[in-house]
């Protein structure tokens, strides 16, 4: 539970998840399940008949793991030739949910200053790895509309929010 929903609207929550600050994503996943490592991402891209390349990108994933889903009767992810048919093959049914810069929290655990982007355009997913000897930043998994790969970038702990995926 916890993280904040879609325009600080719970009902979104069905549709786009929740966002998380690094923190609350550590926590975020049920009994039994854990935030996914990097070598949990690595070996995900493997099975998906990829590897890793010197800046840990994973080639050609993002279809894989692309949903090919609709909200209110638009296609949520674009078509773009570089990426091509979304096949989803991981079940991973990632969607475009974008990413957002969370601001001050409240007492309440509220984030009324929250800016949403990307949406439609992008899919963020923390890691459980934290950036060695920088404290305020840990890794996050994206994914862009218009980009075969799957990035890998740095992330604020406490102003990025961005969606969790749980593992066993």
């Known amino acids: 539970t916890g993280g904040m929903p879609y325009a600080n609207a719970d009902i979104m929550s069905d549709v786009f998840g929740r966002f998380y600050s690094y923190e609350d994503a550590l926590t975020a996943c049920p009994e039994g399940w854990r935030l996914p490592t990097e070598e ?5 891209g ?16 993002a279809p894989k793991v692309m949903a090919d889903a609709t909200f209110n009767g ?24 974008g990413y957002v810069n969370l601001g001050a929290e409240t007492a309440e655990g509220t984030y ?4 949403s982007y990307g949406v439609y355009e992008y899919a963020a997913f923390w890691t459980a790895d934290a950036v060695e000897g ?15 790969d799957l990035f890998i970038s740095k992330g604020d702990k406490k102003n990025l929010g961005a969606s969790v995926r749980c593992v066993r």
């Open 74 to 97: 638009v296609d949520m992810w674009a078509y773009w030739p570089a990426v091509g048919t979304l096949t989803n093959e991981s079940k991973f049914s990632a969607i475009p949910a």
């Open 46 to 61: 493997k099975a998906l008949g990829s590897t890793a390349d010197k800046y840990g990108v994973l080639k050609g994933v």
């Open 134 to 148: 920088d404290d305020s930043m840990a890794y996050y998994r994206y994914i862009v509309d218009n980009q075969p």
């Open 40 to 44: 949990d991402w690595i070996a995900l």
């Open 112 to 115: 009324p200053e929250a800016n």
